[in-house]
């Protein structure tokens, strides 16, 4: 630990925010790799080929309404919204880092699925025969999926860093994403269509450990602008609510045709609806006069979506899916109450949207639900076809029974969350290096750093400017 | 009305907003009781189970793509996006009142569907061999549609009342919605694709007979808050834009497969595009220099595809649609000028969102456009097998015909006035029992009661703050 | 260009902006104008007719799935998203016109759509054997379609114009769209999936030349209001990040089934990632302090979306649509820094949304694109029925080869230039009349012109107001 405070020493020098040439730089040469790796790798797939109408027909499919593309383009665009416009307004809460929160999760994410795209289609949709990964609309889904673990991990270190520090924590968590995806799904065969151990744990605890390694001992130099304005908090309900509407899409996207999808969708919608009543309950029992406090209702009230993520394809039960939800919206309320300032005083994670509370834990119990549900999978509640269909008992794990698929499930949770600190620290290390321009502790969560924010003399105080306007002319 | 008066003394005593006891008991007495309800009750559908893979070959469907949730789950989303982003947002006009509008409307609706998935399922699909209630995706929608006549009942009463008394609300408003639903759909045996009698008429007047019944004559001591500000009618905008775009998935949401939705999305878009030229063309007429009035554009604009919602999947044509649309602009945009003041002045009822002229005569105008429409129909203009389909002329109601129909419609209409203004002042007695924490006169229309508000003070004035902010930094 | 001055000298009178009779007019006589033309000519087409079932069974049809509903609908629903918020919102980043901004976008789209379909309905759909125009939801998407090319031409003129003047050049605009879509799409048989010729480029050519023979030499005069605010800006991003996500929806809604939607919206995505890397670059880049201008991050990032229009159906590859972004991204934000100054100062074009930068350079460059995507192609590519679906070489346009289709796609290009700046010089002439309530120079870019604005001397300064709150309650 000695060491670690000496390099942090090392790094602390007089910042410089000055991004001029680091952050083009960064951009230009990472868009031109990703021009010649999509150029050398990246095809359609035969569902997005113009030879699709021939291998319809040689594969007896009789109408083009079969095509992927029509089971899964609605649910990629939900997603798609979940993560330009859910996860980006959601961060707005800030009352002088709202470009910083929507501009930065737009640059990242838009960096992010290129390269998540290329990652995952080396580990997952390689096509061996003429070594090209064949993309689609699950794929584009996918991507999606991977940036949201890196979108988790910018809400534990947002306002604290560098646009330059985020291109590289989003370069290192899509490669041990892509790694962690493909050990936690192929290797040990979990299950995990709403990823809560994949997306949800990996990306908390990643950005946790990040934000660990950049520990500001001084950032209360900055607690002016550490909190929200009036407007900033309704910005900031804009991503919570497209971020709650559209779970159930998130946690069915990637679900089985049919049945599975249906299913994933009603679990996580009941989830959702019961988190945000006790979400509701504790916000309010535990403040001064029973007032409810918005950084509860902007986030717990997510977390059943990410506690159902593995079990939401599962027979979990109309009732069992409002227990999970339930359970999250008590557990995360109290996180943010006791567990943030904790963490912050005791163990030094500054985690400024509380990926804890939101992610963190709701990963690991969704990780744990998911298990018990696998584990008591039986013939007589999904049928014989229909076990094997959602669990995908075919191939190399056609021995498979529901009770090590449960135990296979307990693994993946390990394997997330060893992946998401064990990177993170790692890459908290890169981040220390004096390097990347970011911002001195007293100028944390101001835009004013990165942005050019506009004059606002002229248009405050608007009494006087009004007034002189009126008088000014005649209607 | 003497006792009425008398009851109402008794109760306006000094107000306490103190909530932090009965609204974390409602919460978790009542989400628990769902849990219970579910468990017992409600297991998926036949379609959102693992067998579905057998009584897919049983029934002999050729792909997955024939489950209902690829036919309805597009339109669910977008209801779902106006339950929650359409109504919280439309309602947060309020320059002070946006926490409430967007954070009540979340709570009330997360609890309102579920109970409307109990209350709807027992009356409408409840499986007697197992006394159970099967769920997929239709019956999602459908609890949407409940959730939206509570939320119309909340836009009369917005900023008037504590939360708990809007779950009081909403526990009764489920609870009747479902029988006068049972009553107009399966009793009498009307259509009401989109709700113009089941949701919006019954919805508007169930909330105005509440705020009939809980008429506070001193609210004028709270007008420094009733109106809006630059900020908030644009945050208002948000929500009916997407209340306006998605209207037709509402419409269509539960129509017939294939031209039934179809035709319903077309009706519907071309009713809302008419109403928003009417809307502004008497905004300007009526207001001093021709300006337009943003409390119009807001809502008056939507005004025609609630009175579409009956006929939206008939035969209505595209002119038909325009006209309706037509008129609906104009009578509600009128509604606004002259019969709000006239009704809180003359018959004390205080409609905070104008529910009356976006919701009732909308919703009655629908009801009787449905009824001739119904009552017009005919074989050549249906084809046989198309007005049977239609209508659903099937079961018990083989012999009816289309004339008969009409008049069943118009049978609706009264059943869903009578829930709405009966069960209004029965639920508004039981409102104003002075035990529900609910803002005194000079305190309503302000997030202060319920909610942590941000502290403005660090950031305003802002021109000050930015200067020191630029002195105290070495850019 | 002396007699273009005398005549400018000549409407340049004192301003009225009371559209209290103008506006009402217009709107009423043009909506009852439309009832009566659908009345006569518009009807459901076979798909949204309760003859579907009949019809259904002739064409052997297995299930209503494949009703064109269940193919189009979820991208219709997204690109009415990009129409009324993504445009609306879009253009709310100046200070004080976000009514105008939000509110105009509006009326006019509500108004151009039902046109739109009269106008493509003659050209395209009109069924010969009865006069009539069949009406579907590909309909609807192609009206959305023709509003947004109004609205690109709304963006160069934000601000400066009358709603009577935008109403006409509306009526202009559409009417022009659809003779310029039928020549380009059905005389030449360009292919324009995505519109980046008949959408983008004659819309944004449209506006110019309207802001051009609409010039302001005094428009300085309303500089205070000519930019935007911190909130403003956010407002501004729910837009861009709106038109961002469904972008893919926009291009690929009237492509082919199966394969030619799953590619165009493949390639959609890909090429709007680029854009945002190489947009950051160079904002970053040109700017003092390597700041960002929010203005690029808003604009110019969805440059890659109207440059892979046309060819987005086409064998682009994941590659071609990242260098397409690429080179947009750049080209777009160096015409924000360079070319939209120049042009205002040199030329006479003040363009308040530089759409020129997002639509008109972007829609042209797409054109080529296509053009030489187009004549790039091959049978040992698409497959000899692919090419065939994909370009439509059928019919009179049998013998057709790739090469010629790359010149007819060349030829497109300069339909669409000539048609935007012919007709936008031409209704600029009429829009120069002094009579349609147009604001002096002095009091643009403001709402108070049209809009009753909300007294804002209450709410501010909230300090002094709040804390007064605080003092007269007891809490």
Redesign the interface.
Known sequence: MGCIQSFREFCDRSKN?????S???V??V???A???L??VF???DE????????H?KEANI??????????R???F??V??MI??GF??LM?FL??Y??GA??FN??IA??C??WALLMQGWFHSLDYTDGKIK???ES?INADFCVAGCLIAYGAVLGKVS?VQLMVLTLFGITLFAVEEYIILSVIHARDAGGSMVIHTFGAYYGLAISWMLYRPNLDQSS?LQ?????S???A??GT??L???W??FNSAIAD???G???A??NT??A???????T???S??F?K??????VH?QNS?LAGGVAVGTAAEF?L???GS??VG?CCGVISTLGYIFLTPFMEKHLKIQDTCGVHNLHAMPGVIGGIVGAITAAAASDS???K???I??FDFEGDFEEMTPTRQGGHQAAGICVAVCFGVGGGIMVGFILRLPIWGDPAD??CF?D?A??????????????LQ?NN?ML??D?
Chains 1, 2, 3 share one sequence.
Not at 17 to 21: A, D, E
Not at 227 to 231: D, I
Not at 289 to 294: A, N, Q, T, V
């Open positions: 925010t000055n991004v001029r040439l952050l083009p730089a951009c230009i990472w868009q031109t990703m021009i010649i999509f150029g990246i095809r359609y569902e997005s080929n113009p030879h699709w109408i021939e319809r009789s109408s083009d309404i079969e095509n992927d593309f029509y089971f383009y609605p649910s665009q939900d798609h919204v330009f416009v980006g307004f707005t009352k002088r709202s470009f929507v501009g737009f640059l838009a960096f699925l290129q993309i689609g609309v584009l646009p002016r909190g929200s304005v009036y407007h908090d309704v910005f309900m804009i609510l497209f709650w509407m559209f159930p899409s045709h049919g049945d999808q249906h299913r969708a009603i919608y009941l959702l609806a019961a988190t945000v009543l006790t509701v309950a504790f309010s029992l403040q006069h029973g007032k409810l406090d918005m209702i009230t027979m039960m109309p009732y409002l227990i339930f509640v999904y049928g076809e229909g076990l269909n959602t007293d100028n101001d004013e990165y942005w050019e924010v506009p004059d606002e003399e002229e248009s405050i105080p608007p009494v009004y306007h000014n002319k209607v």
